[in-house]
Nanobody, 120 residues
Framework: QGQLVESGGGLVQAGDSLRLSCAAS????????MAWFRQAPGKEREFVAG?????YYADSVKGRFTISRDNSKNTLYLQMNSLKPEDTAVYYC????????????????WGQGTQVTVSS
């Protein structure tokens, strides 16, 4: 599998927006289910959003975050609006061959992560 490289993280205030990107070197990018996960200090890595043909979200981000992909650019995105301090975490993109996957064990390829910090 190819490399995944996240970007776009940063320090923002509550209520602000950020857009994360994940560039994939895999030429068959469009064949994979892609997802975003996050991990806050002292917590387990958790599913945030996924996209295959359809999109699906964790309840905690539904209505605020939007996942999308541009297969012509081999890039995955996560638009994050109305950010909250509890969204603070390292955000990872990952790929899977399992439709509708949401658990970390179903994802075989991971990026290095990008830090998102939301101040109150």
């Amino acid at each position: 599998q190819g490399q995944l490289v996240e970007s776009g993280g940063g320090l923002v205030q509550a209520g602000d927006s950020l857009r994360l990107s994940c560039a994939a070197s895999e030429r068959t990018f469009d064949r994979y289910v892609m997802a975003w996960f996050r991990q806050a200090p002292g917590k387990e890595r958790e599913f945030v959003a996924g996209i295959s043909g359809d999109t699906y979200y964790a309840d905690s981000v539904k209505g605020r975050f939007t996942i999308s992909r541009d297969n012509s650019k081999n890039t995955l995105y996560l638009q994050m609006n109305s950010l909250k301090p509890e969204d603070t975490a390292v955000y990872y993109c990952a790929s899977s061959t399992r439709f509708g996957a949401t658990v970390t064990g179903d994802f075989g390829n991971w990026g290095q992560g990008t830090q998102v910090t939301v101040s109150s």
